[in-house]
């Protein structure tokens, strides 16, 4: 089974302290995600990647940023933590060849004082 | 913009069956995900539809219709430990960004 695997459960920040989410994946996946997910709504993807090094935009990139130096890792950063980004941060990855299932980390609950 | 839209709650009995539907307004399409999350869990897949029609797999079955931007979850004989949150979520590009929707959440009672 593919495991995606997030560094942290819970993390608890103050505001304008520079916060690194780590996600690990063992399946050799090509893609993998960042999405936050907050109560009435749903998951939103803030950067995905498709590659070493590549990374795209998702629909609320502001306030983040991602790095992908291994194709088995793939941080998310958020430069100076707000308290508008306490949420559930969920980690994806998929094969890449097409639309297909992801496979997703048991997420990381970050909470900014 | 992307709009998909789902119903927010649903309580049903065990034993019953209940539907879950998801309508969606995106630009282009390329396929809809159901996902189920347990409280406290990640989302795990259930189904995949890219074609018109009926998907079952055991007790659950997912229908889409393109054409009228529509997709149900039907979840039968229903056990205590089906209650969960169902994520409907649409894909329009080829690298399988998905778009969800907030989530059904199902309560199944004795």
């Known amino acids: 089974d593919v495991k995606v695997t997030q560094s942290s459960r819970y993390l608890v920040k103050r505001t304008g302290e520079k916060v690194f989410l780590e996600c690990v994946q063992d399946m050799d996946h090509e893609n993998m995600f960042w999405y936050r997910q907050d109560p009435g709504l749903g998951l939103r993807l803030i950067y995905f990647?498709?590659?070493?090094?590549?990374?795209e935009k998702g629909d609320i990139p502001e306030g983040y940023s991602v790095s992908r130096e291994k194709k088995e890792r793939f941080s998310l950063i958020l430069e100076s933590a707000s308290t508008n980004q306490t949420s559930m941060y969920l980690c994806?990855?998929?094969?890449?060849?097409?639309?297909?299932?992801?496979?997703f980390g048991s997420g990381t609950q970050l909470s900014v004082l | 913009g992307q709009n998909i839209d789902q119903p927010t709650e649903m309580t049903a009995t065990e034993g019953a069956i209940v539907q879950i539907n998801c309508t969606y307004q995106?630009?282009?399409?390329?396929?809809l995900f159901w996902y189920q999350q347990h409280a406290g869990e990640a989302p795990t897949f259930l189904s995949y539809n890219v074609l018109d029609g009926l998907e079952e797999k055991g007790r659950f079955s997912s229908f889409l219709s393109r054409s009228k931007g529509y997709s149900y979850l039907l979840l039968k004989e229903l056990q205590m430990k089906d209650s969960a949150s169902y994520l409907c979520?649409?894909?329009?590009?080829?690298?399988?960004?998905?778009?969800f929707g907030a989530g059904t959440q199902v309560v199944v009672t004795p």
């Open positions: 990647s498709y590659d070493v090094k590549m990374k």
């Open positions: 979520a649409v894909t329009t590009d080829s690298w399988g960004k998905l778009q």
């Open positions: 995106t630009s282009g399409f390329n396929g």
């Open positions: 994806a990855s998929s094969l890449g060849t097409g639309p297909e299932k992801l496979f």
